[in-house]
């Protein structure tokens, strides 16, 4: 697919379906996006990490593969690919506001949906604790990179149920790591997407970001510019959204009825705590 038409998946007309975004309307939550490529992240769904972070969301980005096949320039490595488009992985989440990104390093192209990439993420997970995990669809019909579909299948199951189970990856615990749930996923590149994020402040951010893969992008970052603004006039004045699938993981009464425990437990200790501090008047 090429940018243009990567970017017209944005651009929905004037009576396109309207955003239903409602995550973090309560504050700020904690976002993990997880893919397989440098670039992936800012074509599917960079104006809504721009807005999260934006709106003082803490983001963290885990690349499976540094996008090591990705060129057609013959002189290139392996390595030196890797290392470029590492670090325009870097300026594009510098630019977008994400706190942190982590490469998995595994090669480009033969990402498999194994006990090995799950474990990683799962350590991720438990190590950052994201409310909110983005990540691709790994089940959409038609042709997709494998290696998209493998780094979705493989989030879906570290999300349900590995991460929340202390006895998977159980030696998470001996690097101090809690089993923790993530209740949110979000996934791009989905058939039947129905959450829907409205970027419209956000489209020059996510501009800026998408000009920084500068290995990926074809012709001079001016040009990308150019054909951007050309197709946002296009469009006319309809509102550019952002789309997934959301998949809401809901916690089991045993499991709030033992969160809320905890909260009380934590509370009494706290004023008992309070009562215990001598008056300094
Ligand atoms: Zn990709």
């Known amino acids: 697919m090429g940018l243009l038409d990567r970017v017209r998946n944005i651009l929905p007309g004037k009576s396109g379906p309207v955003a239903n975004d409602e995550l973090g309307k309560d504050g700020p939550l904690t976002g993990m996006v997880i893919v397989a490529h440098p670039d992936d992240a800012e074509f599917m769904f960079g104006g809504t990490v721009a807005k999260w972070c934006a709106e003082g969301w803490t983001v963290y980005y885990v690349l499976a593969t540094s996008g090591d096949k990705g060129t057609h320039d013959g002189e290139l490595s392996h390595q030196e690919l890797a290392a470029i488009r590492e670090q325009e992985q870097r300026d594009a989440c510098d630019v977008l506001g994400v706190k942190e990104v982590i490469f998995l390093a595994h090669p480009d192209g033969f990402l498999k949906p194994d006990a090995e990439l799950r474990g990683e993420i799962v350590h991720l997970l438990r190590k950052y604790r994201p409310d909110v995990v983005l990540t691709w669809d790994g089940f959409r019909q038609g042709f997709n990179h494998s290696d998209h ?9 570290a999300i349900y149920p590995a991460v929340r189970d202390h006895l998977y990856y159980p030696d998470d615990k001996q690097d101090g790591l809690e089993a923790h749930q993530v209740n949110e996923m979000l996934m791009g590149g989905s058939d039947d997407p129905d959450y829907r994020v409205d970027i419209s402040a956000h489209l020059e951010t996510k501009l800026q970001a998408i000009i ?4 990926q992008i074809g012709g001079t970052p001016e040009e990308v510019r150019k054909r951007w603004t050309d197709r946002m006039q296009a469009a006319g004045r309809g509102t550019a959204m952002e789309s997934f699938k959301r998949v809401s993981i809901r916690r089991s009464a045993r499991q709030q009825e033992a ?4 909260e009380e437990e934590k509370k009494a200790e706290e004023s008992q705590a309070q009562a215990a501090t001598p008056a300094t008047r």
């Open 149 to 157: 579909r493998a780094v979705g299948i493989a989030v879906r199951d």
């Open 212 to 215: 920084c893969h500068k290995s």
């Open 259 to 262: 969160e809320k425990q905890k």
